[in-house]
């Protein structure tokens, strides 16, 4: 028999249908690159041949680059002696020309020999430029022979030619757009939703320009906006139990200490701010005021050194932004680069089982443009909500097919629902109660 379909929540293994499961998005912590979702996604044997596959590419770009840098020195030298080469004649064409004297025969002469000069060099110039192109394409031809360029197999075209077409390109575009936002690239944001006609209104853009601003002022190591930010969200900031106006006070005070001595004073009063902290940091509090006692000797040759390290600075533009983030209802990943990163890992996986459909020739199995043809596990990082799958029909539900709860407590989709209702009247498939099929209630979740 069947299990009963109530409602189960989190997370269920790939193998067990109709059950909730957790839609996707993302992975990607700062640390994490490229590589490691390539790891992640392969097998050790894949991914070391994986390793060797980009090696042979880069060791391509290398040469390209390389040739790049010495045209470019090449270019400035050839440049700069042709440069000094024209003034100097210049110069003598002027001072014949101040004392009124007519135009020499050697004078004609170097002239004549400036131009040919000239276009020779220009000539060597752009045949060297050409012979760059070469190797560009070399890399290009490493790209196609080392990896598999048929990634359009697993990219079904009906997602863009559906109906929806504009407004799915519009959503792509948007995605774009707060990218660029969210990355600081404010011009590139404007300048594209000014040429895709994107109507983004100032309070969709407010929260990143404020983000950004202050960001920038801390990569500059300057605390003020943040502190004023973090000061006036007290409230919020408490209730998310973020530490972010604690650490900026801290980095503050640890920097009066690098001040030395002379800056003893300013410290012990600066210290009043930790007053509203004293219970929940208090012993770092406690290793701040320690370091006191070897102001007059350097923190830095004290046992507190560790407070001057630089850590510090890149630890608190990570906290502020997923503080900041998290009070702004914003991801502190862009939802494109959540996007991508699924899709590095997706990718193989996608690949290895359109090779084996197409080798069993099921190739109806994966028809559905909305979903993928199996499960692929993106890691814990990736769990952000859930969606339910019918247990009857087996798909998830969806907007317009969603789960339905009966009275009994069991939820099935509106689409088994209504296949299910015989004579005006609906048995459940599981425990099963006879009931009103309108008593059915639509499960959000
Ligand atoms: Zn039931």
């Known amino acids: 028999m069947m299990e009963p379909c109530a409602v189960r929540f989190p997370p269920v293994g790939p193998s067990d249908d109709g ?9 990607v912590g700062p640390s994490d690159d490229g590589a490691s979702c390539l790891r992640r996604a392969l097998p050790p044997m894949g991914v070391r041949r994986m390793m060797e596959l980009c090696a042979f590419v880069e060791r391509e770009l290398d040469k390209v680059l390389h040739k790049f840098l010495s045209y470019g020195q090449h270019c400035e030298r050839s440049l700069e002696e042709l440069l000094c080469y024209v003034s100097q004649l210049r110069q003598e064409l002027s001072s014949t020309a101040l004392q009124g004297a007519p135009l020499s025969a050697t004078l004609s002469l170097m002239m004549a020999q400036c131009c040919r000069k000239i276009k020779d060099t220009v000539q060597k110039l752009a045949s060297d430029h050409k012979d760059i192109h070469s190797s ?3 890399v290009g031809k490493a790209i196609d022979r080392n990896f598999d360029a048929e990634l359009c197999s697993v990219v079904s075209d009906s997602v863009w030619e559906s109906r929806e077409k504009q407004q799915q390109q519009q959503i792509l575009q948007m995605a774009i757009v707060e990218h660029l936002y969210q990355q600081g690239m404010l011009s590139v944001a404007e300048e594209l939703s000014q040429e895709s006609t994107l109507n983004v209104d100032l309070d969709f853009k407010q929260p990143f320009l404020e983000l950004n601003r202050i960001l920038e002022a801390l990569h500059k190591q300057d605390l003020r906006p943040a502190l004023d930010w973090a000061i ?3 409230q919020h900031l408490l209730e998310l139990n973020s530490s972010l106006e604690f650490k ?20 012990l009063s600066y210290a009043r701010h930790f007053q509203p902290f004293a219970r929940l940091h208090q012993r770092e509090i406690q290793v701040m005021m320690g370091s006191l006692v070897y102001l007059p000797l350097g923190i830095e040759n004290s046992p507190y050194c560790h407070l001057l390290d630089a850590r510090h600075w890149t630890e608190i533009c990570e906290t502020f932004t997923r503080d900041a983030c998290a009070l702004l209802g914003l991801s502190v990943e862009s939802p494109l680069s959540v996007s991508f990163a699924s899709g590095c890992v997706a990718l193989p996986v996608l690949m290895n089982i359109k090779a084996v459909i197409e080798q069993r020739q099921c190739t ?15 890691g814990m990082k990736c769990w952000y909500h859930s969606v339910f799958a019918c247990p009857i029909l087996r798909q998830q539900t969806t907007d317009s097919n969603p789960p339905i709860k009966l009275i009994c407590g069991h939820v099935i989709s509106r689409d088994a629902l209504n296949k299910l209702i015989n004579g005006g009247k609906l048995k459940c498939p599981y425990c099963p109660m006879e009931q009103n099929p309108a008593d059915g209630k639509r499960i959000i979740f």
Do not use: C, M, T, Y
């Open 364 to 378: 109806g199995v994966w028809s559905h443009k909305d979903e993928l043809p199996i499960e692929i596990e993106l």
């Open 136 to 138: 560009v394409s070399r």
């Open 248 to 267: 900026l006070h801290r980095l503050h005070f640890i920097r009066l200490l690098a001040g030395g001595p002379d800056k003893q004073l300013e410290a």
């Open 19 to 27: 059950a909730l499961r957790h839609a996707l998005p993302p992975p």
């Open 232 to 234: 006036s969200n007290r």
